[in-house]
């Protein structure tokens, strides 16, 4: 019964608070410019496939769906991932980061009206997230958090 144990973090140090501060407060800017200014959609999928046609190359349209389907798993994953390590306000952070970008992947194949009220959606999501990064920045001790050192496979 010695320390009492420490939780891993997903921001450990006020450097990385800083850079999600940063990173969320730019996405949150982007996504109310893109509400009050209209931005115009052009491409259907996060991957574009478009440049190979320099080549000469035409991939199939399963092809290029599959490999876009397979990133969008991927990003899923990945952000589940990390909202299983998100502690607290990191938890809004990561939620809301999630929900602009895939809010942001299906825009695309949705009617225009549909979009803009995703854009809403997508600005009020950038908000909170923005507003988590700087409550865990202020909140954050000077020195940081301690890190789990911990491996995964002993938990």
Known sequence: MGQPESKPRLIHTKRGAV????????????????????SQRQHHWLLDFDWLGLWHI?????VVAGVNLAFYAGLLWGGVLLYRIAQGKE???????????????????ISASAATAIDLVQAFMAAAAFLAAVDIFLKMPASGYPRDNRSPRNT
């Open 19 to 38: 850079i999600a501060l940063c990173f969320t407060g730019y996405v949150a800017a982007l996504s109310v410019w893109n509400v009050l200014w209209h």
């Open 58 to 62: 035409s991939l199939p349209a399963w």
């Open 91 to 109: 938890r809004v952070l990561v939620v809301g980061w999630a929900a602009v970008i895939f809010l942001g992947l299906i825009q695309f194949l």
